[in-house]
């Protein structure tokens, strides 16, 4: 029964990384760069009381590596919106899903971010938050598309620049699966039914 359950286990995770093309980025090098935007963030938060906003789900990952990663002391909220729906392309329109626990007048916010693409929901949520009245208001993201800008928002921490191809894994989905996987890589044809076309 146990070894029948963990046999399943074995092929689950086999079945989704057939589904990989790539890895664009290994776990020890998204590790070592979130290491290095937890420094900076310590050293310009030093002596402050620092409220980090997830953008759920995509940022759960990168919310709960960089969090462990500072010494600077923190909270942690989260704010659910959603502009993708089930899709691979941003509709520009977002819902609040969830909204904030607190309120953020007066605070040191930090939004984390798994990806800026379109840039769409970021901006939205940068100015939704800044109506709030934070004392200062910044964003870290994991991952961002420079050539799949629609717009500009200011990102003060970025771990990296990537080509404009849909990502999966640390965080990420295609249709909510992949999210699971300790590194970000890009998905085979055979997974958008084999014409490339990404559609979820
Ligand atoms: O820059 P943009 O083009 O607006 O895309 C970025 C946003 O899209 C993804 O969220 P999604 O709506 O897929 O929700 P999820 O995090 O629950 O997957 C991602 O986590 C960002 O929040
Ligand atoms: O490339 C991506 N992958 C997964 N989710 C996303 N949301 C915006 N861009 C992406
Ligand atoms: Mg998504």
């Given at each position: 029964m146990i070894s029948s359950d963990l046999e399943g286990l074995v092929v689950d995770e086999a079945d989704m990384r057939a589904?990989?093309?790539?890895?664009?980025?290994p776990e020890e090098e998204l590790q070592a760069k979130i290491r290095e935007l937890a420094a900076e963030i310590d050293r310009d938060y030093e002596g402050r009381d620092l409220l980090l906003v997830g953008v759920l789900k995509g940022a759960v990952m990168v919310m709960a590596d960089l969090a462990r990663a500072l010494h600077t002391p923190i909270s942690m909220d989260w704010m659910a919106v959603s502009s993708y729906g089930s899709g691979t392309?941003?509709?520009?329109?977002?819902?609040?899903?969830k909204d904030l626990d607190a309120d953020i007048m007066g605070r040191d916010v930090l939004i984390v971010e798994d990806i800026v693409d379109s840039g769409l929901t970021l901006s939205w949520l940068r100015s939704n938050l800044e109506s709030r009245g934070p004392a200062s208001l910044e964003v870290c993201t994991l991952l961002r598309k420079p050539d799949a800008a629609k717009i500009e928002v200011g990102v003060k921490y970025i771990g990296f620049d990537i080509p404009n191809e849909f990502v999966i894994g640390y965080g990420l989905d295609y249709s909510e699966r992949?999210?699971?996987?300790p590194f970000v890589g890009t998905l085979a044809p055979h997974v958008y039914g084999g014409s490339g076309e990404q559609e979820a």
């Open positions: 589904d990989l093309e790539k890895v664009l980025i392309k941003s509709s520009g329109v977002v819902r609040i899903l992949y999210r699971n996987l």
